[in-house]
């Protein structure tokens, strides 16, 4: 038999003899990694003004009346690791898992599964029904609805598909990032865009840096800056250096000069180098849109060479973007191009130099983006490589960058990536 918090928020609180003790402020709730959330106690005001909490094993019944089963309840001691229904989770925001979205809560709904039992929190209600009822108009409602032959929907989400995230409840976050993780990057981004920047900043501190570098990307600019500057530097340095190195450096060049020399000092040798060599291109540039993470392959390899040279390649490792093999001498000049897919069907002996496209389209550092865009579009590429003077390979320009001059960064986000 299920029940709602708000049936009992405030209800008078009886004993065994039907004396009235006062009345409920809260339930508490103790949660597990699985399973539903156990009723611990309930938060008691009683008629002289004095609160207590009485352990819930003392609870006879909780609804349509609460009723205990003892004349003189024994008092509940807090462990610490309770969750508080009406003041950590009634009317605050959630994550539908499932739903990969964000809710509010308006109700919440427990559970005994049998008479003399436990009860259990066991969903959130988020439909209109909850809110009638909160109202106290929900049966009036329901009769109205049922004269023209319509029935009042109850939308309840269950507890083991949602996250709570509040910044004032940090027992909770272990149990979110559990179920946050089960999340795409664009997903927890979108969230996050919804969110009161407490819980979207609480949201972000508790993912680890890879994910948080994913999400970070996925956001709107001016959010990007805001969230990254209110966490710990020691940790926005991290984060930076998890994300891609042109999407970094996208971030760092929208910040005072000051901000951003502070956070490239906290990152990592090899990074802030990176991050400094992409910073001296102007942003619309080639230089300034590509990335340094690409796949390179030396000259003479057979294609079965090839392959295994690439399975233990740090290089080919971190390019999480590997649609084409860029060849290359031993001074890292650009000799020739194949893709991944050409170079898996060769036959194991062929050699790749004789495979290769010895002549592929490239662009310098200073090409204008629109002009990158333009010769994407025209060859129909997924990236195109950038070359210094020497022939030196500097980076790439994937697909998506390319295009930001002529779709806005909103819609491109919404494209699906082939690469």
Known sequence: ??????????????????????????????????????LRAILMLAIDGSESYISATQLSTLSPAIILNVVDPQAYELRGDELFLRRQVLDR??????????????????TRVDAGGRYYLTGVSVGTSSMLRRLGVENLSSRVLRAFGRELGERVIPWQDVAPVQADAPIRLRVTQDKIRQLNPVDI??????????????????????????????????????????????????????????DAADLLASMEVEQRESYLELMEDPESVEMVRLLSFPDDTAGGIMTTEFTTLPMGFTAGDALNYLRHSDLAHEDETLYYVHVVDQDSRLRGMLSLRDLVMLDPQESVDEIMDADPITVSPLVPQEEVARIVARYNLLEVPVVNEEGVIQGIVTVDDAIDAVIPTAWKKRLPRFY
């Open 189 to 246: 981004a979108e969230i996050i865009g919804d969110m009161d920047r407490p819980s979207g900043l609480t949201l972000l501190n508790i993912l680890d840096d890879e994910t948080a570098a994913d999400t970070m990307s996925e956001i709107e600019p001016d959010l990007q800056i805001s969230l990254l500057m209110s966490l710990a530097p020691e940790r926005a340095a991290d984060v930076l250096e998890e994300m891609d190195p042109d």
């Open 93 to 110: 925001q959630i994550v539908d898992v499932e739903g990969h979205r964000l809710v509010r809560v308006n109700d919440l709904q427990l």
């Open 1 to 38: 038999m299920a029940t709602y918090l708000s049936h009992v928020l405030d209800a008078p609180l009886w004993n065994a003899q039907a004396a009235r003790l006062g009345k409920c402020l809260d339930l508490i709730v103790l949660e597990t990694d699985r399973g539903a959330p156990v």
